[in-house]
Nanobody
Framework: QVQLVESGGGLVQAGGSLRLSCAAS????????MGWFRQAPGKEREFVAT????????PYAASVKGRFTISRDNAKNTVYLQMNSLKLEDTAVYYC?????????????????WGQGTQVTVSS
């Protein structure tokens, strides 16, 4: 079993920055890919970014590429999402997810574990 706890969300003005953290416990963190997803009101959950176990593979959604950076610290069992140049449309609940096995990326189809989410609100 894996427990994921997100933190770092909040209210920020457009153009500002936030760093989200996701602390994992329960299994060997370094063995699995991690990812960030988000869900805005009235919309489906969507992919934001994912990172392989060794950080070699880090694809991003087109809407955040160049503004967001995913990273991980296996010694701290934590994955991060640095969000810069935030836009109003980035407002959502952000979820951390993990997939166990040989996958190098997390998707909504292969995610085995989810965090409870953290709210990010971008104001004008």
């Amino acid at each position: 079993q894996v427990q994921l706890v997100e933190s770092g969300g909040g209210l920020v003005q457009a153009g500002g920055s936030l760093r989200l953290s996701c602390a994992a416990s329960g299994r060997t963190f370094s063995n699995y890919a991690m990812g960030w997803f988000r869900q805005a009101p009235g919309k489906e959950r969507e992919f934001v970014a994912t990172i392989s176990w060794n950080s070699d593979y880090t694809p991003y959604a087109a809407s955040v590429k160049g503004r967001f950076t995913i990273s991980r610290d296996n010694a701290k069992n934590t994955v991060y999402l640095q969000m810069n140049s935030l836009k109003l449309e980035d407002t959502a609940v952000y979820y951390c997810a993990a997939t166990v096995g040989s996958s190098v990326a997390v998707t909504t189809l292969n995610a085995n574990y989810w965090g409870q989410g953290t709210q990010v609100t971008v104001s004008s």
